[in-house]
T-cell receptor, first 113, second 115 residues
């Protein structure tokens, strides 16, 4: 079946640096991908909808300059956490849609020191 | 705007007992409805989904859910739980009328199993 991968699975960085997370749809083309954030023992909060070839649509309260999303191809969306701070530490999950099915990546654990 | 509510934060049931997890949604029409399970340190796994048709949906691992339009509910059930069912369960809604069709998750219900 369809698979969505994320890279890296885990990243530790210093405060003030930027981190890029990749989300790939492995055997289908996804014009729309989604980025979620999950705090420990909490639910998934939708951050933004990533549209291939156009600007991402951010949910209310999400800083678009802080969380840069690029969807340059039909199989790849990237989330860059710019000038990361400890409060950005979280579990980031991407999702890709293939017609009437949504597939979720395994997630990326970001720890900012 | 679509939203979903899971009123129970944590439920504990005995192994072999029946289970019902509650989910209520808010949407102007019939949304897409989903139940996902997330085990500790694991990714999301789809248990079942409802788009249209028969309101009783069968899923994997012996789970089922019933869509009740009059109550705006989509409760998840299992007749006999196993210790391996201990996990976090998320109800989610999606819009069938948007080309983006984002999925919004409920707050989750943590299921513990009593031996």
């Amino acid at each position: 079946g369809a698979v969505v991968s994320q890279h890296p699975s885990r990243v530790i960085c210093k405060s003030g640096t930027s981190v890029k997370i990749e989300c790939r749809s492995l055997d289908f083309q996804a014009t729309t991908m989604f980025w979620y954030r999950q705090f420990p023992k909490k639910s998934l909060m939708l951050m933004a909808t990533s549209n291939e070839g156009s600007k991402a649509t951010y949910e209310q309260g999400v800083e678009k300059d802080k969380f840069l999303i690029n969807h340059a191809s039909l199989t790849l969306s990237t989330l860059t956490v710019t000038s990361a701070h400890p409060e950005d530490s979280s579990f980031y999950i991407c999702s890709a849609r293939d017609r009437d099915r949504w597939f979720f990546g395994p997630g990326t654990r970001l720890t900012v020191l | 705007a679509q939203s979903v509510t899971q009123p129970d934060i944590h439920i504990t049931v005995s192994e072999g007992a029946s289970l019902e997890l509650r989910c209520n949604y808010s949407y102007g029409a019939t949304p897409y409805l989903f139940w996902y399970v997330q085990s500790p340190g694991q990714g999301l796994q789809l248990l079942l989904k409802y788009f249209s048709g028969d309101t009783l949906v069968q899923g994997i691992k012996g789970f089922e859910a019933e869509f009740k339009r009059s109550q705006s509910s989509f409760n998840l059930r299992k007749p006999s739980v196993h210790w391996s069912d201990a996990a976090e369960y998320f109800c989610a809604v999606g819009s069938p009328y948007s080309s983006a069709s984002k999925i919004i998750f409920g707050s989750g219900t943590r299921l513990s199993i009593r031996p």
